[in-house]
C-alpha cells in the first residue's frame, strides 16, 4: 500500500467555520507533512511531523493548527480562515531523512509520497 | 538553504517525439536527492524520478532520464515518446541533509503540454 489518503477532497468553509483537514498513510512512515499549493505555483511547505513530533513550523499563522494523533495520522484544523487561504492542500509522507551511524551522518531515500489533496475554499 | 529554478513555465511536444525540461538548483549540502516530480490535473504529485547527488550515473526509468551535471548545478528531464499522458505540471525538487524528513524545495514548474 503506497497510498496517501485525504479527505475530504473538497471543502467550502465560511470565515467563522472550524473545520479540520486529514490525512492517512499506512506505509510506516514517521514523517508527514503539510504543504499549501496556491494555483499555478509549487507546494509550499507548512508543517513537519518526524516521529509524530511537530519538528517544524514554516511560519504559519495560528489560525492553521496541525495534529498528529499516531504515526499513521495527520490532521489540519482550520479555524478563523481568510479568503486568501483557500488553496490546494497537500499531504505527504516519507521515511525520516536522516540517520547517523557511528557519528556519520547519512542520507536516506525519502521518496515522498502525496495524497490528492484537499481543494479549500474559504468565502 | 536550496533553491530551485525551472526557466521554462510552459513546453509543448508533439505525441511520440522527445522533450527536456531544464532544472537548475543550488545548495550548501554535501548529501542530497534531486526529484522529478509530475502533477496532473488530477493534482496528485507523483514522483516520475530520483537522483541520488553522489551518484554520477544519471537516473533512467523507462522514457523518461536525466542529465545530471553536478559541476554545473543542473538537473534536465528528458522524456522520449512522449504520451499524451504526460500531459502534466513538472515540478524539480532537492532534498537535504536533516532529521526531520523529506523537505522538498520545489522549483516554479513547467507546464508540459502533448499534442496529438
Known amino acids: 500500500d503506497t497510498e496517501v489518503t485525504q479527505t475530504p477532497k473538497h471543502l467550502v468553509m465560511g470565515m467563522t467555520n472550524k473545520k479540520s483537514l486529514k490525512c492517512e498513510q499506512h506505509?510506516?512512515?514517521?514523517?508527514m507533512y503539510w504543504y499549501k499549493q496556491k494555483a499555478k505555483k509549487p507546494p509550499e511547505l507548512m508543517f513537519v511531523?518526524?516521529?509524530?513530533?511537530?519538528?517544524i513550523n514554516e511560519s504559519v499563522p495560528s489560525r492553521f493548527s496541525p495534529e498528529c494523533p499516531n504515526s499513521s495520522l495527520l490532521n489540519l484544523h482550520l479555524h478563523a480562515l481568510q479568503p486568501e487561504d483557500s488553496a490546494l492542500y497537500l499531504c505527504a509522507s516519507s521515511q525520516v531523512g536522516a540517520f547517523m551511524v557511528f557519528g556519520t551522518k547519512g542520507l536516506m531515500n525519502t521518496e515522498a509520497f502525496f495524497g490528492q489533496g484537499t481543494r479549500l475554499t474559504v468565502v | 538553504a536550496q533553491t530551485v529554478t525551472q526557466s521554462q513555465p510552459e513546453m509543448s511536444v508533439q505525441e511520440a517525439e522527445t522533450v527536456t525540461l531544464s532544472c537548475t538548483y543550488d545548495t550548501s549540502e554535501n548529501n542530497y536527492y534531486l526529484f522529478w516530480y509530475k502533477q496532473p490535473p488530477s493534482r496528485q504529485m507523483i514522483l516520475v524520478i530520483r537522483q541520488e547527488a553522489y551518484k554520477q550515473q544519471n537516473a533512467t526509468e523507462n522514457r523518461f532520464s536525466v542529465n545530471f551535471q553536478k559541476a554545473a548545478k543542473s538537473f534536465s528531464l528528458k522524456i522520449s515518446d512522449s504520451q499524451l499522458g504526460d500531459t502534466a505540471m513538472y515540478f524539480c525538487a532537492s532534498s537535504g541533509e536533516n532529521n526531520a524528513g523529506n523537505m522538498l524545495t520545489f522549483g516554479g514548474g513547467t507546464r508540459l503540454m502533448v499534442k496529438p
Open positions: 506505509m510506516g512512515h514517521r514523517a
Open positions: 511531523y518526524s516521529y509524530e513530533k511537530l519538528s
